[in-house]
């Protein structure tokens, strides 16, 4: 054997050891347990607050109806459910690494807010809601088991992360904010980048890089825009009522008033609310219904009242008042497409602002 054999069989070596270590090392943060929840049971926690999204690596999007429909049939037919990934945290409870989706449709079929459609298997099921079906389909869905991979408390929140993107950036789809950059893109589109730019809407309304990455700024604005001027019009679809705002608007708005009212309503929310739209100040996430809820009827309440004082205190982030808990009702129910609750949630800030009381006053017809 001459020398530069034997050097060439330590170099391998030496990295085969190196390869070796990095190996073990990394699988040493990873470790886990497999456990099995009946679905009552995962629903009555997730409402709870013992297993519960975790916002700093979470995207938040909501499943279509037929998408959650789909879930729920295939749950009743016993179809096999992919893993979902929960993590131990050091309080003892569990956030949500995979499966969040999949919890809070649960969660939403449980409480009779979803109504089956479109099911192509299971069609006599369409227009029903959960308390509709025979009571042993019910008990006997209650008790389906669901496997959770619960990754151990010491895993540390970069793994998780790291885990959670792997397993949702295969073969990732586009969603409904990112398709209509695309396909709309025009004045208006442009107009909801720039005022995702605005350093005052980044401030009250924070939100991790995956999520911005996936332009849910955008999603967010776009939402104000669509709902402050036309959100009794909404039906039932939100992406569809989306898009068709924006291709209405999509080469001819008035910019200037967009502006203007935009920038009224978050020096508003900087003003008054105290959390700005988190739900505490070290909130790092913003969800959807809540921003809504805010952002729309703090403009319609300005739209009445320029110069508007709230008539009470904006600062509902203890669920133990009672504006607090109304405002947690109205703001965390997973109907995003059902239309009262959106109008619900709208006029509930805006009447809670103008008249101190959730419902606005009646007006006499003599006054008038």
């Not at 969660?107 to 308390?131: C, G, P, Q």
């Not at 389906?144 to 959670?164: K, P």
Request: aromatic residues 12%; glycine residues 4%; charged residues 30%.
């Amino acid at each position: 054997m001459n020398s530069n054999e034997t050097g060439a069989d330590i170099n391998s070596g030496s990295k085969d050891e190196s390869i070796i270590n990095q190996i073990n090392q990394l699988r040493s943060e990873v470790d886990y347990n497999t456990r099995d929840y009946a679905i009552d049971f995962l629903v009555t926690q997730f409402k709870k607050g013992e297993f519960f999204i975790n916002s700093d690596y979470q995207r938040k999007f909501v499943w279509d109806n037929q998408r959650k429909c789909r879930f729920i049939e295939s749950i009743l037919l016993g179809y096999p459910i992919p893993f979902m990934f929960f993590s131990d945290n050091d309080d003892g409870r569990c956030d949500i690494v995979d499966g969040a989706q999949r919890t809070s449709t649960l969660e939403e079929f449980l409480n009779n807010d979803l109504v089956l459609t479109d099911l192509k298997k299971l069609f006599e099921l369409n227009s029903l809601t959960f308390d509709c079906l025979p009571l042993p389909i019910q008990r006997k869905f209650n008790k389906t088991t669901l496997r959770i991979i619960v990754l151990e408390e010491g895993t540390s929140l970069d793994v998780r992360q790291e885990i959670f993107n792997r397993i949702n950036t295969s073969g990732l789809s586009l969603n409904p904010t990112e398709t209509r950059r695309g396909a709309l893109r025009g004045e208006f589109m442009e107009f909801m980048e720039e005022c995702s730019k605005n350093l005052l809407f980044q401030q009250l309304c924070p939100m991790s890089e995956l999520t911005k990455a996936r332009h849910e700024d955008i999603e967010l604005i776009t939402r104000f825009f669509a709902y402050v001027n036309d959100y009794k019009l909404f039906e039932h679809n939100v992406s569809e009522f989306l898009d068709s705002y924006v291709k209405r608007n999509k080469n001819q708005f008035n910019k200037k008033t967009f502006e203007e009212e935009f920038n009224a309503m978050l020096n508003f929310v900087n003003k008054y609310f105290p959390n700005g739209f988190r739900r505490s100040q070290k909130g790092k996430f913003v969800p959807r219904a809540r921003f809504e809820a805010i952002s729309v009827g703090v403009m319609l309440a300005l739209r009445e009242k320029s110069n508007l004082q709230p008539a009470i205190s904006t600062d509902w982030s203890d669920i133990y008042t009672d504006n607090g808990k109304k405002f947690k009702y109205h703001t965390t129910t997973h109907a995003s497409n059902d239309k009262k609750r959106l109008i619900d949630r709208i006029e509930y800030v805006k009447n809670m602002l103008l008249f101190g009381k959730e419902d606005a006053p009646q007006i006499s017809p003599e006054i008038c």
